[in-house]
């Protein structure tokens, strides 16, 4: 009987840790999408976040130009390394799909190197779909010269949706 007892308490907890996931649902509109390897999830897709738990990452400030925009802005969101810890990432690079279907590769050295950001503002302003947002990746091109060429304007992929950690 005792025994009996034990292993339904033992199923049980089993079942509920099965069911649990690490990081907590989305109560908002889901904006970005993260799966492939990662440790941390909140669903069956992997990580999904709403704008509230884009917000309390870890935030980053890049000031530069690009290739698109002339002059010289602010601009912040997450830290993309920082993202990435949070899901426990464990890949060597990620893949970059924007909401046209833009898909780019980025290396996690080249991520952690140049402290790459997920950005979602725009000198103070919130990026929207009908511009770069909701996630611009941003280089600091304006520190570091050696990333003005085709290579990293390519991998500044705007209106990103998705990230799959390969
Ligand atoms: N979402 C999205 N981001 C993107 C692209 C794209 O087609 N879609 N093109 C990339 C490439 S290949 C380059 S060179 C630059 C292009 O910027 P431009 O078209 O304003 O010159 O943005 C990058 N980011
Ligand atoms: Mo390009």
Not at 99 to 114: F, G, M, P
Not at 117 to 134: C, N, S, Y
Not at 145 to 160: I, K, M, P
């Amino acid at each position: 009987m005792r025994k009996t007892v034990f292993l339904s308490i033992v199923g049980l907890f089993c079942l509920v840790s099965f069911a649990a996931f690490a990081i907590t649902a989305p109560t908002g509109d889901p904006i970005l999408w993260v799966s492939g390897n990662i440790t941390q999830t909140n669903s069956d897709q992997g990580a999904i976040f709403d704008r509230a738990m884009i917000d309390k990452l870890e935030h980053g400030s890049i000031t530069t130009n690009n290739h698109v925009v002339e002059d010289v802005v602010e601009y912040t969101g997450p830290r993309l390394e920082s993202l990435l810890d949070y899901v426990g990432a464990f890949g060597d690079s990620i893949k970059v799909i924007a909401w046209d279907d833009y898909i780019i590769t980025i290396s996690r050295d080249v991520i952690r190197k140049y402290d790459v950001l997920l950005a979602t503002d725009e000198a103070g302003q919130r990026m929207t779909i009908d511009g770069k947002g909701p996630f611009f990746v941003v280089f600091p091109f304006a520190d570091h010269a050696e990333l003005r060429n085709d290579l990293y304007y390519s991998l500044s992929a705007w209106q990103v949706k998705e990230i799959i950690v390969e």
